[in-house]
């Protein structure tokens, strides 16, 4: 295959997604090279699917929910954490206490060390 079809095969699977003026241009460009476009969408195809399989596998800390509208979205862990503290309410005043304690247990170590 043409070198400057798998260069733009590659930056377009990058992205993450096939946008279809982005497959409509490698197609062009293919065509005008002389490569057979079949060959050339199943790689690309090919392609996008290992990309987002090796993207799938490096972020499986990730977390996801669907939305009112059915929409897939990420959740950071703060927001994880904050919706955890909202159903629990006595883990969330244990959590403070416990915070608390330990500040001044800190203190109170911090003020042994300098005497």
């Known amino acids: 295959m043409n070198p400057e079809i798998e260069k733009l095969i590659e930056l377009t699977v990058a992205t993450g997604e096939i946008t279809e003026k982005k497959r409509e241009t490698i197609m062009r460009r293919a065509k005008i090279l002389g490569e057979d476009l079949d060959e050339v969408e199943l790689i690309l195809n090919g392609e996008l699917a290992l990309s987002k ?6 972020n499986t ?5 669907i ?4 929409q897939v979205v990420n959740i950071s862990l703060y927001q994880i954490i904050l919706s955890f503290f909202k159903q629990h309410k ?4 244990s ?3 416990f915070l608390v304690c330990l500040t001044f247990f800190l ?7 300098l005497m």
């Open 107 to 113: 203190f109170s170590l911090l003020l042994l060390l």
């Open 67 to 70: 939305n009112k509208n059915k």
């Open 61 to 65: 800390a990730d977390v996801y929910e």
């Open 95 to 97: 959590a403070i206490f």
């Open 53 to 58: 399989n090796n993207k799938s596998i490096n």
């Open 90 to 93: 006595l883990l969330k005043y």
